[in-house]
């Protein structure tokens, strides 16, 4: 650790005898016609750049399916719950049991945490979720690689 | 070269004009070949991992995020490169002892090399470097030749920056140790 702090300060590595060395050291250089080469091998190269457009559409449909299986998981726990099911068409009382359930959300929280304890169906949910977010990071890592998994 | 505009040509090649990329590689190729050159030090495998550099960077360059200088990535890339081109081979290099390298003192070995002609200094600096491991030459050619900065070179090794400034250090005092040992042979013959 003390050694870290030591070398804090940069100026500590400057060595302008070092740097002077260096500096008259010869610039080497490519072949005459290198820039030519590498561009013959890209021009038959088998991994093309991902376009932009390529990828939008990519994460488009990512995205709408990780959407589309959000709204099952919602709407399956909308089934579940009962202290869910509220009147939308609104008057002050309905707007006072609203206000007292979202109170007892935080405990409704725990005591959903205590039921998935108890209930296969809650623990298929969550395992869905977390296979949603790996095959979100599946698809995102075949994107950076330049390899699609959709198109 | 201008950071917009070399944003503008990674643009151009991203939207389909992989001719564009021609700039970059000519902007880049004799920084990347100088500092691959003092590695395997050898011009025909020199050349071959420059173009395997300027290749694997234009396959990638939709994934650069240009949280770094273009130039420090494609560094990354040439250092990688190397590296695993190098890990293949065995060379011997001499190890010096930790309690010689902190407590040797550079000032004699500059007053010795001041002493001797330029061309005979770069020898004994280019063998010094020669005799290092494959990583400590490319730390300290990217510090002292490129002039990379400790945050770049932190970025293109992927070492933690103290960790790039302890070693740098080290290096140096390492290459003074190896440039003595090669004026002391000097003297004798």
Redesign the interface.
């Known amino acids: 650790m003390k050694?870290?702090e030591k070398?804090?300060n940069?100026e500590?590595?400057r060595?302008p005898?070092?740097?002077k060395?260096?500096h008259?050291?010869p610039?080497?250089?490519?072949?005459g016609n290198?820039?030519k080469?590498?561009?013959d091998?890209?021009?038959t190269?088998i991994?093309p750049?991902?376009?932009?457009e390529k990828?939008r559409r990519q994460m488009l449909w990512a995205y709408s399916s990780i959407g589309i299986g959000m709204l099952v998981i919602a709407l399956m726990l909308f089934a579940l719950w009962p202290f869910f099911e509220f009147n939308l068409s609104l008057s002050s009382t309905q707007i006072l049991n609203f206000i007292n359930t979202s109170l007892t959300v935080l405990r409704s929280i725990t005591d959903f945490l205590s039921y998935l304890k108890g209930s296969t169906v809650q623990i298929s949910i969550f395992f869905s979720l977390m296979l949603l977010f790996l095959v979100e990071r599946l698809l995102r890592k075949g994107v950076?690689n330049?390899n699609s998994y959709l198109l | 070269m201008k950071m917009n505009n070399e944003l503008n040509i990674i643009l151009q090649?991203?939207?389909?004009n992989?001719?564009s990329?021609?700039k970059l590689?000519?902007t880049y190729?004799?920084l990347v070949?100088?500092l691959v050159?003092k590695i395997v030090r050898n011009r025909e495998e020199?050349?071959e991992i420059?173009?395997d550099t300027?290749?694997k960077a234009?396959?990638?360059?939709?994934?650069f995020k240009h949280e770094s200088k273009f130039s420090t990535w494609l560094f990354r890339i040439a250092y990688n490169t190397a590296i695993s081109r190098t890990r293949k081979r065995t060379i011997t290099t001499s190890t010096i002892d930790e309690y010689v390298i902190e407590n040797f003192s550079i000032d004699s070995v500059?007053e010795n090399?001041v002493s001797i002609s330029?061309d005979e200094?770069?020898k004994i600096?280019?063998l010094a470097i020669a005799n290092l491991p494959d990583d400590e030459q490319l730390l300290i050619?990217l510090?002292?030749?490129n002039q990379q900065g400790?945050d770049e070179i932190s970025v293109i090794t992927g070492l933690s920056a103290?960790n790039v400034?302890?070693r740098?250090?080290r290096i140096?005092k390492k290459?003074y140790i190896g440039m003595q040992n090669q004026l002391n042979k000097l003297q004798i013959s």
């Not at chain 1, 610039?27 to 072949?31: A, D, G, K, Q, Y």
């Not at chain 1, 750049?49 to 932009?52: M, V």
């Open positions: 050694e870290m070398f804090n940069n500590l590595l060595d005898f070092l740097e060395m260096f008259k050291m610039f080497e250089s490519t072949s290198f820039t080469q590498v561009m091998q890209l021009g190269n991994e750049i991902i376009e932009p990828y950076s330049n | 090649v991203l939207d389909g992989p001719g990329f021609a590689v000519d190729k004799n070949f100088s050159l020199a050349e420059t173009q300027f290749i234009y396959n990638a360059l939709g994934s500059q090399l330029e200094r770069l600096l280019n050619n510090f002292y030749f400790i103290s400034k302890v740098l250090h140096r290459m």
